[in-house]
């Protein structure tokens, strides 16, 4: 799918997530160090992979919390998460002074932060132990009760935890 970027002022490919399960949105976070609190958020570092990473993330975050400069080639970034900030400050080399009394801060990211040489790939594994397939080795139709009918199979599978359309799920 494509979805507008006002960031980039143009259509841009994107995906759609719904997690539905919490099993999952707990593994999501775990991998990009994410909070139900959004001022607890850390820097996600998986972002870091290389650069067309890192600059993946810059545009998605300006596109939600930040703009385009109209008087300098660069933009803004907005959070009241200081510790974010100062995190994705120091990965840009850019200075960084938090907003007092409460208030939103703000960080300018130039057009040309990557010529400061500041940014430092790192590798971060991204396979995650679910994204093996597990083999079925039975499959029995059940009798549903119920004012609908539908089908209801048992399984017996190799291993004792696994996902089924983002559920956790134990055999057994």
């Known amino acids: 799918m494509t979805r507008p970027s006002g960031f980039l002022e143009r259509d841009v490919p994107g995906f759609r997530v719904r997690v539905?399960?919490?099993?999952?949105?707990?593994?999501?976070?775990?991998?990009?160090?994410?909070?139900?609190?959004?001022?607890?958020?850390?820097?996600?570092?998986?972002?870091?992979?290389?650069?067309?990473?890192?600059?993946?993330?810059?545009?998605?975050?300006?596109?939600?919390?930040?703009?385009?400069?109209?008087?300098?080639?660069?933009?803004?970034?907005?959070?009241?998460?200081?510790?974010?900030?100062?995190?994705?400050?120091?990965?840009?080399?850019?200075?960084f002074t938090p907003a007092s009394a409460g208030r939103a801060s703000h960080l300018c990211v130039i057009d040309k932060w990557a010529a400061r040489g500041t940014f430092v790939p790192e590798r971060h594994p991204i396979a995650l132990d679910e994204r093996e397939w597990v083999r079925v080795r039975t499959a029995e139709p059940r009798r549903a009760s119920g004012a609908k009918p539908f089908t209801l199979y048992t399984f017996t599978l190799e291993r004792q935890h696994f996902l089924v359309n983002g559920h956790l799920c134990r055999a057994g």
Do not use: K
């Not at 707990?26 to 992979?49: E, I, K, N, S, T």
């Not at 650069?51 to 975050?61: A, C, M, N, V």
């Open 20 to 95: 539905v399960s919490s099993y999952l949105a707990d593994l999501v976070c775990q991998y990009v160090g994410g909070d139900a609190h959004r001022l607890r958020q850390r820097f996600p570092r998986v972002v870091l992979r290389d650069r067309e990473t890192f600059d993946g993330f810059l545009d998605g975050y300006a596109d939600g919390d930040g703009c385009r400069m109209p008087r300098w080639r660069g933009r803004t970034l907005v959070s009241a998460n200081v510790p974010f900030l100062r995190e994705l400050a120091a990965v840009i080399g850019a200075r």
